[in-house]
């Protein structure tokens, strides 16, 4: 499966945003869904997850009651609602999957645990 994220672009603090990771190839419904960005001069972060079918959830503290993670497998889509962006949310978002049947005890929240990448889409919160 081929992800492709998108959807960012430059917004005031105290905006939203949604990121879309789009799959292709092969069915997303056998893969947990995570978000993770990258900061300039900083590592790659865990922001989001979600399971195979949408009914578990994870998110980073730093993100909690802000970020909503959701995926439609109709549409072999994810999506990432960011709401009440600050400055610190500037990143490149990624949007990855990691396969259930090697992630089958735990929502995996490190890096990786993702076999599967999109390429990243720039989000910049201005102040």
């Known amino acids: 499966v081929q992800l492709q994220a998108s959807g960012g672009g430059l917004v005031q603090a105290g905006g939203s945003l949604t990121l879309s990771c789009a799959a292709s190839?092969?069915?997303?419904?056998?893969?947990?869904v995570g978000w993770f960005r990258q900061a300039p001069g900083k590592e790659r972060e865990f922001v989001a997850a979600?399971?195979?079918?949408?009914?578990?959830?994870n998110y980073a503290g730093s993100v909690e009651g802000r970020f909503t993670i959701s995926r439609d497998s109709a549409k072999n889509m994810a999506y990432l609602q960011m709401d009440t962006l600050k400055p610190e949310d500037t990143a490149v978002y990624f949007c990855?999957?990691?396969?259930?049947?090697?992630?089958?005890?735990?929502?995996?929240?490190?890096?990786?645990?993702?076999?599967?990448w999109g390429q990243g889409t720039l989000v910049t919160v201005s102040s």
């Open positions: 990855a999957a990691a396969d259930v049947r090697t992630n089958f005890l735990a929502l995996p929240i490190i890096a990786s645990a993702y076999k599967l």
């Open positions: 190839g092969r069915t997303l419904n056998i893969y947990h």
């Open positions: 979600t399971n195979w079918n949408g009914d578990t959830t």
